[in-house]
């Protein structure tokens, strides 16, 4: 009877297992400390960087004004020389900007070898003009160089060059890396080969500096073609050297290796994002153009629902796993609602008055900064103050109470396993037999 009893009687469901710590496999997790991100320095959600500097660079996209394009360059140097870790990617801001300032003179310089479509009246100087064929109408080599079209190319180019800033500063303050664990399922073989491309630039800056300090240090000169070809060579082996590297990596982790889906998911999956992007193609069409004001919106949402779930579906091959995802905790949700204020501020008060983010070169105007777009701008200061200070990956001290706790509680740590190893050994060695102490 009591085995009939016992085995009618539900069986209780097995305990869940314990999460321990990884520094130290004896001391359990608290589910608690598992769901909030932890105190002291970390580094933030790469994404909540991209839409930070995605806004800036929206705004800049929406105003001619040097002033207020200046005003963004300055919120986003600010706000990387603040929250810039000490990692190799992250020394790729400089580099942005010189690129930036190349960018504006190639623009000016075009503006006066080939002219600007700008009609203008205050010539400065006049070029010789190259005689082209009749087949080459609108089109010019010299002639005159007009105050009216070098402005034209002065705002167009600094605007060019305020959103390689942005760019860049996004590339110095978000982990390539980290993003590429953000992004969904379906997108991972994409995502891996836009982040090594995107780690390239900051990887060459890093092994040229290093080689021109290393050239330095030997007493020879780093200027001049011949250190240009001495160092490009090096280069160019660690650039190989580091691709040989990371497809070993990718071949020992299981790179391309999906999971079976049915046929008809695949179809379904397939369809779905197809019909979404083209749904996202003509609605952005629509909103381009005068006429298609009233169905856009509407196909833009459709789109965007269809290509999500295609997404979402698509996520099903992808077998990989996340370990300590990054968290979405308050700093991001502010950094990230602070480029999109700057960009819809921006964007409305654009609307409001054109003159003000877009002054006229023909006549030539002083441009003037507006009181309202200077604190939308602004806005875009808030990620640093309101972001965790990175954390120091150098070995130092620390300069904040946060950095100090890890780094005791990772010594403990570590002095406890090493003190556990060492018993763990000298227990295996001692030789236990009659007369002898086990």
Known sequence: ????????????????????????????????ARRRPAAGPRQLHPGAWWLWALGLGAAATRS????????????????????????????????????GLLALGIRLLFAVLLGSPVPGTHVLLTLPEVPLPAWAQGVRIGGRVTAEGLLAALYDGLRLATLLVCVGAANALASPARLLRTLPGALYEAGVAVVVAMTFAPNLVAD???????????????????????????????????????????DTRGF??????????????????????LGVCLAAYGLLTAGGAGWAAPVLVIGLAAAFAGLLLGGRRSVRTRYRPDPWALPEWLTAGSGVVVAAATAWLAALDPLAFAPTVVPPTAPVLPVAAAAAVLVGLLPAFVTPVPPDTTGGTGSTAGSTTETTATTATTATRATRATEAVGTAKTPSGPGRTP
Do not use: C, H, K
């Open 208 to 250: 040229v500096q290093r080689l021109r300090a290393a050239r330095r240090l030997r007493g020879r000169t780093d200027r001049g073609v011949a250190a240009v070809l001495s160092v490009g060579l090096p280069v160019l082996e660690g650039a190989l050297e580091r691709s040989v590297a990371l497809a070993a990596a990718m």
């Open 64 to 99: 001619t004004n040097p002033l207020v394009l200046l005003l963004l360059a300055a919120v986003a140097g600010y706000v990387v020389a603040a929250r810039r870790g000490d990692a190799p990617w992250s020394r790729s801001y400089g580099a942005f900007l010189r690129l």
């Open 256 to 277: 391309g290796r999906t999971a079976a889906v049915p046929r008809r998911i695949a179809v379904l999956t397939a369809g779905l994002t197809l019909a979404g992007l």
């Open 1 to 32: 009877m009591s085995q009939a009893a016992a085995r009618t009687r539900p069986r209780r469901p097995a305990a869940a297992p314990l999460r321990t710590d990884p520094l130290d496999p004896t001391v359990p997790t608290p589910r608690a």
